[in-house]
């Protein structure tokens, strides 16, 4: 069935450091690849998105790349700052639900 | 512009009795879809509407149903609670049902079942 797999499960990293989170799915026919945000108490943020047409794509810091062939995906965040600190999750769009990530939570040491 | 408003953020409910938990779309935005949050499960698929119309369901009992209004604000309910119902209700708002466009989400309902 329609699965996610998201590592790692935990990440610290020193302030100023690079974070790097993998996503593998298994449906061939996605094309939505979606990043949240869940800062504790709140609901999931939309960080960053991209569709399966291109490779990469870049906001500021934030960075995710799609490899279709190999069916993964990742989240780059560079400059890592204290204010990242999080639980991420990526999904996989499917046919009529997001597919999600279990999450990985993000320590941004100082 | 405001974002998808939820309502309550928390609400603490003894076994067996029901809830009912309100979401408010982005304006504009006609999809609306909740999702189960809980810290063993995840984030799990509950239900989508679209034009007060439900188009999907996930895996999850009939004590849960919903309903989706003419100005596409949501509603969920379930009924019976049971301990395990104890999660983070979320939901999201879409501008059509294409799942290759951005949903967004709200701050969540904490439901407590004791």
């Known amino acids: 069935g329609e699965n996610v797999e998201q590592h790692p499960s935990t990440l610290s990293v020193q302030e100023g450091d690079s974070a790097v989170i993998k996503c593998t799915y298994s449906d061939s026919a996605s094309n939505y690849f979606p990043w949240y945000k869940q800062e504790l108490g709140k609901g999931p943020q939309l960080i960053i998105d991209i569709r399966s047409n291109v490779g990469e794509k870049k906001d500021q810091r934030i960075a995710v790349t799609l490899n279709k062939t190999a069916k993964h995906f990742s989240l780059h965040i560079t400059e890592t700052q204290p204010e990242d600190s999080a639980v991420y999750f990526c999904a996989d769009s499917g046919t009529y639900k997001y597919i999600f990530g279990t999450g990985t939570r993000l320590k941004v040491l100082a | 512009k405001a974002g998808v408003t939820q309502t309550p953020r928390y609400l603490i409910k003894t076994r067996g009795q029901q809830v009912t938990l309100s979401c408010s779309p982005i304006s504009g935005h006609r999809s609306v879809s909740w999702y189960q949050q809980t810290p063993g499960q995840g984030l799990q698929f509950l239900f989508e509407y679209f034009s007060e119309t439900q188009r999907n369901k996930g895996n999850f009992p009939g004590r849960f149903s919903g309903r989706q209004f003419s100005n596409s604000r949501s509603e969920m309910n379930v009924s019976t609670l049971e301990l395990g119902d104890s999660a983070l209700y979320l939901c999201?708002?879409?501008?059509?049902?294409?799942?290759?466009?951005?949903?967004?989400f709200g701050q969540g309902t904490r439901l407590t079942v004791v």
């Open positions: 999201a708002s879409r501008f059509g049902t294409a799942m290759n466009t951005e949903a967004f």
